[in-house]
């Protein structure tokens, strides 16, 4: 094997050498950071969860995993939810809140005022967005079980893509790495081209959600979907 075979596998065993349990319960509780009040912007969510699903021996754990982090998910923005309901203003306009920038809190408000439960969702997907819209969406008054609603199919997605194609990735080197010296290159060329289309896709709905705000003559959304004061 090459050198970055050797690595791989050192690395890839290493992570599969962790408790399950322990590795599954890690990426839970990294997400629910993530997602909870401007915690997001410092945890590296994304990557903790590709190296937890890399170390996947077989399906049940890849199930394991995915349900972790969309509980975890799910929490974290609970978490941004009820603290947004409770201490919205206060967080805004601490010395954190003002780190962050007014025009990123009037941007979070504009979007969800603009697009509704359709926000709430696609934050999942948008830096900065998905810290600040739970937070933002508490302190709107929108209701709960609709927020949950519409950030639960999101979290499943979301877990489901980088879960699968890591893990997929790691089981593809593994089987490769004992024969094939370029196995390594394959894993690497994978993940690349993954996070590449992952930047890609938040680019577009970055600049679909930029020109969607910043269209003032959009229609608001119906009434029976726009957050209530």
Not at 67 to 73: P, T
Not at 152 to 179: H, K
Request: contains cysteine; proline residues 5%.
């Amino acid at each position: 094997m090459g050198w970055l075979n050797d690595a791989l596998s050192a690395i890839l065993d290493a992570v599969q050498s962790v408790d399950p349990v322990l590795r599954t319960l890690l990426a839970g509780l990294a997400i629910a950071l993530e997602t909870s009040v401007l915690v997001g912007l410092i945890v590296p969510g994304d990557t903790i969860v590709i190296v937890a699903a890399t170390g996947t021996a077989d399906a049940a754990q890849g199930v394991a995993l995915g349900v972790a982090v969309v509980l975890g998910a799910l929490a974290g923005e609970s978490v941004g939810y009820a603290l947004g309901r409770w201490l919205g203003p206060w967080i805004r306009h601490s010395w954190l809140g003002r780190r962050i920038g007014e025009r990123n809190w009037a941007r979070s408000e504009r979007y969800l005022r603009r697009r509704g439960g359709v926000a709430i969702f696609l934050s999942r997907f948008l830096p900065v967005l998905h810290s600040l819209v739970p937070l933002t969406v508490g302190m709107s008054g929108y209701p709960y079980r609709r927020f949950i609603a519409w950030t639960l199919p999101a979290c499943v997605l979301w877990a489901g893509i980088y879960i699968s194609i890591a893990a997929a990735a790691a089981d593809s080197y593994r089987e490769l790495s004992d024969r094939a010296h370029w196995a390594g290159y394959v894993f690497v060329g994978v993940i690349a081209v993954f996070l590449l289309v992952v930047w890609l896709v938040k680019h577009l709905l970055q600049r679909a959600e930029r020109r969607h705000m910043d269209d003032d003559t959009a229609p608001d959304p119906a009434p029976g979907d726009a957050p209530t004061a």
